[in-house]
């Protein structure tokens, strides 16, 4: 069974930053398009970061800049570094692995992944 911890969430002043760690049981990473979405009160999951087995990454317009993602496929571990954040970064981020290996499939699409974690809860105070 695959099963993904997301950690490093907590409450941060506009400005701060927070590092995300995603660890991946019962598969290795390597070879997925692994991705991170976000879900805030009220509103639309939304993509937020993804990375294809590659290395290569692609961000949403809104953390271009200010959001890093990253993997070690040794540790089985997604990253997501999180620098000047917003009060409009508050949400609850999902960490979620693609269906399939070795693809090309959209990183930003969501109905390409088919596994996900729990979530981890980022507020960030004006």
């Known amino acids: 069974q695959v099963q993904l911890v997301e950690s490093g969430g907590g409450l941060v002043q506009a400005g701060g930053s927070l590092r995300l760690s995603c660890a991946v049981t019962g598969r290795s990473i390597r070879g997925y398009g692994m991705g991170w979405f976000r879900q805030a009160p009220g509103k639309e999951r939304e993509f937020v970061a993804g990375?294809?087995?590659?290395?290569?990454?692609t961000y949403a317009d809104s953390v271009k800049g200010r959001f890093t993602i990253s993997r070690d496929n040794a540790k089985n571990t997604v990253f997501v570094q999180m620098n000047s954040l917003k009060p409009e970064d508050t949400a609850v981020y999902y960490c979620?692995?693609?269906?399939?290996?070795?693809?090309?499939?959209?990183?930003?699409?969501?109905?390409?992944?088919?596994?996900w974690g729990q979530g981890t809860q980022v507020t960030v105070s004006s």
């Open positions: 979620a692995a693609q269906a399939a290996s070795y693809t090309d499939w959209d990183l930003r699409n969501s109905s390409n992944y088919d596994t």
């Open positions: 990375i294809n087995r590659s290395g290569d990454s």
